[in-house]
Each structure stands twice: as C-alpha cells, then as structure tokens.
C-alpha cells in the first residue's frame, strides 16, 4: 500500500513539472512560426495516439478493429457526418465479429 503513495507523488511532480516548466521558460510570446504550429497540433496528436489503440482493441478483435477503422475512413471521406460515421463502424465491427 505504500508503494501507491510514492506513485501519487511520483506523478503529482510530473505533472506538476509539465505545466510550470513552459511558464518558466517561455515569458513572452512565441514568435517561431514553426513552434507555435508544432504546439497547435500537440492536442490532436495526443488525442490520436491515446484514441487508435483503443479503436483497434475494443471489439476484442484487431482485425475487426482495423476493418471497422477503414470503414470510419471511407464512410468519412464521403459523407463526413459524425453520427453517420460511428454509426457504419459500429455496424462494420459487429457484422465483422459475426464472421471473425
């Protein structure tokens, strides 16, 4: 049990170290074109690498993962509605493990 302690505080200084490091460092504005579009694409990369293992590793399959992925690409490119979109990898993943 106290090994669980050191963990939290392990983490409560990363995190911590994680967000004062930059106010630190960076006062002013950032001028660097190059930065600023590396920092605006940060948050989609993130949410990309935290959101695709989950997409291939929740049907309990990966090939019914990955078909169900194509499928929300395709369906994407074409029509780009959002509901449209979960709706036919849903329904690509479950037809899938019909036959997976």
Request: glycine share 0%; with cysteine.
């Given at each position: 049990m106290r090994n669980v302690y050191?963990?939290?505080?392990?983490m409560a200084i990363v995190t911590y170290l994680v967000r004062v490091i930059p106010l630190v460092f960076f006062h002013g504005e950032i001028r660097s074109t190059f930065i600023r579009s590396f920092l605006h694409y940060v948050p989609y990369v993130?949410?990309?690498v935290m959101t695709f293992p989950a997409i291939i590793s929740a049907s309990g399959s990966s090939v019914c993962g990955i078909i169900g992925f194509g499928v929300a690409i395709l369906v994407s490119l074409v029509k780009g509605s959002l509901p449209l979109v979960a709706t036919?990898?849903?329904l690509a993943v479950?037809?899938?493990?019909?036959?997976i």
């Open positions: 050191v963990y939290i505080i392990v993130t949410l990309s036919c990898c849903c479950y037809i899938s493990s019909l036959f």
